[in-house]
């Protein structure tokens, strides 16, 4: 079946270690998303990818990091420098910037 | 800066009844608004509207977008207890790749 898999759904890490979240998608999509989602906030933009090998930061880039290698994979990299880390964080995928999004199901990281 | 408001925050029904979630904007040189369901961790595309005036109508649900006035609004008839979840209102602009800019969200509650 097509989608996006995020993994793992669920991550517990101490403070001061970096964590990757995977996302892999089969849509052929050329656009992957990520966001960070908290209670009574909306979803907001931590990076973007339009196509393979390139990528942009979105509005609260810092403490995170990303890669493009291939079109299928968009990792996510939470760093130490991440001051609140503790999320849900939902990747996305569309074929182009310009069509809808479609969504994983996200992972819960919770950093203690 | 730009932004999405979406109101109320929140919504409790009864089965049967009719909902209208309302969603407000203010984005530069604007490309397209789409409205998602989210009931317990990936959301789901529901309707992506580019055009004032056309209704789009899935089933139950049904949105229209008013340009003029920056808004779109989202209807549910009939409401189900199936229909609780959260709706996300969220705006695409030509300014900003494929960013999508999200609204807070409208947590709809419906009993039975």
């Known amino acids: 079946d097509g989608g996006i898999t995020q993994s793992p759904k669920y991550l517990f890490r101490k403070e001061g270690q970096n964590v990757t979240l995977s996302c892999e998608q089969n849509?052929?999509?050329?656009?992957m998303y990520w966001y960070r989602q908290d209670p009574g906030q909306g979803l907001r933009l931590i990076y973007y990818?339009?196509?393979?090998?390139?990528?942009q930061k979105g509005d609260i880039a810092e403490g995170y990091s990303v890669s493009r290698e291939k079109k299928e994979s968009f990792p996510l990299t939470v760093t130490s420098a991440q001051k609140n880390p503790t999320a849900f964080y939902l990747c996305?995928?569309?074929?182009?910037?310009?069509?809808?999004?479609?969504f994983g199901q996200g992972t819960r990281l919770t950093v203690v | 800066e730009d932004k999405v408001v979406q109101s109320p925050l929140s919504l409790v029904v009864h089965e049967g009844d009719t909902v209208t979630l309302n969603c407000s904007y203010e984005?530069?040189?604007?490309?397209?608004l789409l409205w998602y369901k989210q009931e317990k961790k990936a959301p789901t595309f529901l309707f992506m509207l580019?055009?004032?005036?056309i209704e789009k109508k899935s089933g139950r649900l049904s949105s229209i977008l008013d340009k003029k006035e920056l808004f779109s609004i989202l209807n549910i008839t009939a409401t189900q207890t199936g229909d609780s979840a959260i709706y996300l209102c969220?705006?695409?602009?030509?300014?900003?790749?494929?960013?999508?800019?999200f609204g807070q969200g409208t947590e709809l509650s419906v009993k039975p």
């Open positions: 996305a995928s569309s074929m182009t910037t310009l069509t809808e999004a479609f």
């Open positions: 849509l052929n999509h050329d656009a």
């Open positions: 990818s339009q196509i393979v090998n390139d990528f």
């Open positions: 984005v530069t040189n604007f490309r397209s």
């Open positions: 580019t055009s004032s005036g």
């Open positions: 969220a705006v695409g602009s030509y300014n900003q790749g494929g960013k999508l800019i």
